[in-house]
C-alpha cells in the first residue's frame, strides 16, 4: 500500500515538480477555508428550528382563535 503523503511529496517522487506540490497545497488550503456549506447547513438547522416553533405554537394558537370566534358568534345570536 503507498502512502499518499510519499506520492505527492517532491522529493519523494521525482516525477513530480515542485509546482504540483505546492498547488496541491493550495486546494488542501482553500478545501480548509471552504466554509459554504456549513453556512448552508447552519441556515437549514435554523430555519428548521423556526418551523418546529411555529408547528409547536399553532395548536394553541388555533384553540384561542376559535374560542374568541365562539364568544363573538354567541353574542350576535
Known amino acids: 500500500m503507498v502512502n499518499a503523503a510519499l506520492v505527492l511529496c517532491s522529493p519523494c517522487n521525482p516525477n513530480l515538480g515542485h509546482g504540483a506540490t505546492s498547488k496541491m497545497i493550495k486546494i488542501l488550503k482553500n478545501l480548509h477555508k471552504e466554509e459554504s456549506g456549513q453556512d448552508l447547513i447552519e441556515y437549514a438547522l435554523i430555519g ?30
Open 48 to 77: 428548521l428550528i423556526v418551523a418546529l416553533g411555529a408547528l409547536a405554537g399553532m395548536g394553541q394558537l388555533a384553540s384561542s382563535i376559535n374560542a374568541e370566534f365562539t364568544k363573538i358568534a354567541s353574542n350576535l345570536s
